[in-house]
């Protein structure tokens, strides 16, 4: 993963330098052994006028553990005391501890060498403009605490589309979320398991029209895609896909059936990373292929498009490198020999004709290479809501 080390390059402007200059790596102190190292980067930025606060916008913020030993009893703590009651409310998730214009939630531990999201739900208020700034602090028992303070935007009414996806492993439950999955384990190698991820409409208009695409890590392949999806020939295995006609209003999520496949070869416990990233294509046409889904509250952490930093979002893939792969038996040929499809003119894994490279497609894909950096997964802290925080500037603020 690229070594995101401390909040103040991303406030420095992780977007730009991605952009620019690809992959960055920034020095890092040395840590002793039992130490890890988590850094914060904010990923979502703006949000869109008229979001009401039973669909509050999960603001996704990314959490990373740069070090190879895990991070143990992560939390962050939320300061809003400097955001604009008039424009953005806060809804606290479920279980965090409230106290003023401050609240903090247990996020767990995070594995040396991965990654997950959290988010933060806010919902417009007023009007558009700047709306003040979040301060997020993060802390773990074996680590030093990181913060950021980010400024936060409300937009002109729009859809806003939000990427989500979990970590692959074996006994995923295919739902949009992980609360009720506490039996996960690594894929033995050789498996087929699938891919839950999903892209919510966190705005306030619907989006018609739904581009996607997923990029696996080296190892992992398709054994399943949707109609309308097609493998692109680039250096990793990438896939993409439409539904022109898929129309998802605000506080809905659109998902498709897709399962992957981890190698036979494979030699590591965890593989990073991959990518799921989305986009409306502003003119629904045709028969939906996916009837989009109400996404309820355990879900929810988790015309132009609001806010685009937050379309694409972040997964490792978990292996048990203690499992032996089943051989995969060598067929024998019996009667008349097939035709072999000519390259380039298939589609992918699951079905549907090749896409042409045109029109939508061919800006997104071109923007693979930066988009799929501004990476965010799992774990959105917008549960069940409990409190709603009107936040006032001129209320104290407690020390961070």
Known sequence: MTAFHRSALAR???????AAGGLATVAAPALAADQADVALVPVSSELAKGVKQAKAKPFKFNVRNLATVDATAVTVTVNTADLDPTKVGVVVPDGCEVKRRMFTCL?????????????IPLFSTGGRGKAGTLTVKLTAANAKADRVDHPITVTKPGYDLTAWVQDVQANVVVNGAVSDEPDLKPVPRGETVPLDWALYNDGSRKATGIAYGITLPPGVSFAKLPEGCVEQPLDVVNAYCEDSGAVVKPGEYYTADVQVKVGADVTEPVLPPGFVWGAGLDAAEGPAEEAPRIASGAQRKTFTEADERDNTAEFDVFVDLSAQPTPTPTPTPTGAP???PTPGTGGGSGGGGGLPVTGVQAGLIG??????????????????????VLVAPGDEKSEN
């Open 12 to 18: 420095a402007g992780v977007v730009a330098l991605l």
């Open 107 to 119: 996020l767990g531990d995070l594995r040396g060498g991965t990654s997950e999201d959290f988010g």
């Open 367 to 388: 923007g693979i290479g930066v988009a799929v950096l501004l990476a965010g997964g799992v774990l959105l802290l917008a549960s069940r809501r409990r409190k709603v």
């Open 338 to 340: 097939t035709a072999t």
